[in-house]
Antibody
Framework: QSQLVQSEPEVKQPGASVKVSCKAS????????VTWVRQAPGQGLEWMGR????????TYAQKFHDRVTMTRDSSTSTAYMELRSLRFDDTALYYC???????????WGQGTMVTVS | DIQMTQSPSSLSASVGDRVTITCRAS??????LNWYQQKAGTAPKLLIY???TLQSGVPSRFSGSGSGTDFTLTISSLQPADFATYYC?????????FGQGTKVEI
C-alpha cells in the first residue's frame, strides 16, 4: 500500500542543521507533491512548505523561508527537508505528507522527532 | 495568509453524543477545507476533504458542511475511537494553514 517512511530521530545543538528524509512507496512519486508539517510538543500543526515531486518547485511558509530547503530525488522516490540555524524552539515532530492536489494531505509519514539541545 | 479559527478548543462528550466543531476562515476558502483527526502519539489522518467528501474508509458518522468562511465537522454518534484532536486546514491559498485544533475528551 502507499506509504511514507521517514528517517530516524535527531538530536542537534543550537545553530546546527538537520536534514529529514521521507521515502515514498506504493504510488507514482512524481504524480504528487510532498508537504512538510511540524508539531512542537503539546502544540498544533504548523505547515512549513511543500515541493512538487514532478518539477521540484517549492513553496515555503514565510516563517521558514530563509532557513529551510526542500528537495527531492525522483530516482529513489525520496523527499528531503533541511532546516538550518536550529534554535531550541525548533524542537518538534516533523511530518511529511502526500498532497493530493487541493484535496488535503492523504498519506502521512510516521514523523521524525528533532530535538535541539 | 488565511487564518483558521476553530471552536471550541476542547469539549467533553459522552459515547453516543452528537458533536459539532466549527472552523472559521479569515477570508473565503471556497470549498477547499479539509479535516484531520489526530490521536495521541500518531500522525494526523485525513477525514474529510473539499468540505464534505469523506476520505476512503472513514465512517459515515463523520460529516462536513459549510462554504466560504464557515465550516462544520459533525460526528453524529460519538464512538470511543473518536476521542482525539481535530484540525481544519485550508487548501485554497498558499500558505496552507491549520486551525489550532479541537480536543474531544470523554
Amino acid at each position: 500500500q502507499s506509504q511514507l517512511v521517514q528517517s530516524e530521530p535527531e538530536v542537534k545543538q543550537p545553530g546546527a542543521s538537520v536534514k529529514v528524509s521521507c521515502k515514498a512507496s506504493g504510488y507514482t512519486f512524481i504524480a504528487y507533491g510532498v508537504t512538510w508539517v511540524r508539531q512542537a510538543p503539546g502544540q498544533g500543526l504548523e505547515w512549513m512548505g511543500r515541493i512538487s515531486a514532478f518539477s521540484s518547485g517549492t513553496t515555503y511558509a514565510q516563517k521558514f523561508h530563509d532557513r529551510v530547503t526542500m528537495t527531492r530525488d525522483s530516482s529513489t522516490s525520496t523527499a528531503y527537508m533541511e532546516l538550518r540555524s536550529l534554535r531550541f524552539d525548533d524542537t518538534a515532530l516533523y511530518y511529511c505528507a502526500r498532497e493530493n492536489g487541493n484535496d488535503g494531505f492523504d498519506i502521512w509519514g510516521q514523523g521524525t522527532m528533532v530535538t535541539v539541545s | 495568509d488565511i487564518q483558521m479559527t476553530q471552536s471550541p478548543s476542547s469539549l467533553s462528550a459522552s459515547v453516543g453524543d452528537r458533536v459539532t466543531i466549527t472552523c472559521r476562515a479569515s477570508q473565503s476558502t471556497g470549498n477547499y477545507l479539509n479535516w484531520y483527526q489526530q490521536k495521541a502519539g500518531t500522525a494526523p489522518k485525513l477525514l474529510i476533504y473539499a468540505t464534505s467528501t469523506l476520505q476512503s474508509g472513514v465512517p459515515s458518522r463523520f460529516s462536513g458542511s459549510g462554504s466560504g468562511t464557515d465550516f462544520t465537522l459533525t460526528i453524529s454518534s460519538l464512538q470511543p475511537a473518536d476521542f482525539a484532536t481535530y484540525y481544519c486546514q485550508q487548501s485554497y491559498s498558499s500558505p496552507w494553514t491549520f486551525g489550532q485544533g479541537t480536543k474531544v475528551e470523554i
